[in-house]
């Protein structure tokens, strides 16, 4: 289990006293942890990390993300590698044959998972939409296990994905919430920003939870490494979209006043 340290307080500074991180706003202490219990820092915004703490997380393994105030990754940093260990020895050596497998069951986990969340809507508010896209997931969880390749699954997963937000759009009965649709880059509207959010986040604990275990993350077997993308990571986020909008949705944002809560 990754623990996370989040730095969210814009103007605060971070320093270390022994083990210690102390985090001071205004010149008043704010919080305090041990460094040894940390495994990973987020930090969003204007905020100062001493050189004493980056120089002691990366003695330590602990990594720092930069991001913006809005969760967009800026970077990482993260300590030199000693040398390449067996495990990602076994990734180089994956063959097609066996990406594409596993690239299989990513997809159909993410699918399932997008319909059980649908299902459970459908029993509490019964509607012609949610009920045609729980019957089109179902059939392209099935046939995502018999892709020939790729480029297959990948528009199996694209005609389902538009189906599952067209419903979900469905779910919503608060007159102030629309939501037509994913939109990125920017966000349509709150829902999409929160999803948007959302994802960055988990996006960056799976990134230090497979930096941790050894993993090369820029070894994918869904997506593909274009520029430096870590393409595991994005496998990996895959089958949690789903249960991730759930909690978005229902537990962090019940300021929204959803009437009969979603799921």
């Known amino acids: 289990m990754t623990t996370t340290l989040y730095l969210n307080r814009q103007g605060c500074s971070v320093s270390l006293k022994q083990e210690k991180i102390i985090v001071k706003y205004k010149g008043d202490i704010c919080q305090e942890c041990q ?26 393994g602990v990594t720092i993300s930069y991001l913006s105030q809005s969760g967009y990754c800026y970077g990482r940093l ?29 997809i159909h986990a993410k699918l399932h998972n ?3 969340i649908l299902m459970r809507q459908y029993r509490r508010r019964p509607q012609p939409t ?20 790729l480029s297959e699954l990948t528009g199996i997963e694209g005609a389902a994905a538009h189906r599952y937000f067209e419903a979900l759009g469905a779910c919503f009965q608060h007159p102030d919430l629309t ?10 509207n709150e829902i999409n920003a929160l999803l948007s959010f959302g994802y960055q986040i988990l996006w960056n604990h799976l990134f230090g939870l497979l930096d941790t275990c050894g993993f090369d993350a820029h070894q994918g077997c869904l997506h593909q490494n274009h520029h430096g993308h870590p393409a595991l990571v994005s496998d990996i986020l895959e089958p949690f979209r789903a ?21």
């Not at 000693?82 to 994956?94: G, I, P, W």
Request: proline share 6%; with cysteine; charged share 20%.
């Open 179 to 188: 939501f037509g649709g994913r939109s990125r880059r920017p966000p349509g």
């Open 35 to 60: 460094l040894q219990l940390i495994d990973l820092i987020l930090v969003f915004g204007s905020v100062q990390l001493t050189t004493q703490v980056i120089r002691a997380c990366l003695k330590r």
């Open 114 to 116: 997008s319909r059980v």
């Open 130 to 149: 949610i009920q045609n896209a729980i019957d089109h997931l179902h059939l392209a969880t099935q046939r995502s296990l018999n892709a020939q390749d």
């Open 243 to 263: 249960p991730i909008i759930k909690k978005t949705i229902c537990e962090f944002i019940p300021s929204l006043a959803i009437p009969n809560p979603i799921f």
């Open 78 to 106: 993260l300590p030199i590698s000693k040398r390449k260990n067996s495990l990602q020895t076994y990734q180089n050596r994956l063959t097609d044959t066996q990406k594409l497998t596993v690239a299989r069951q990513l």
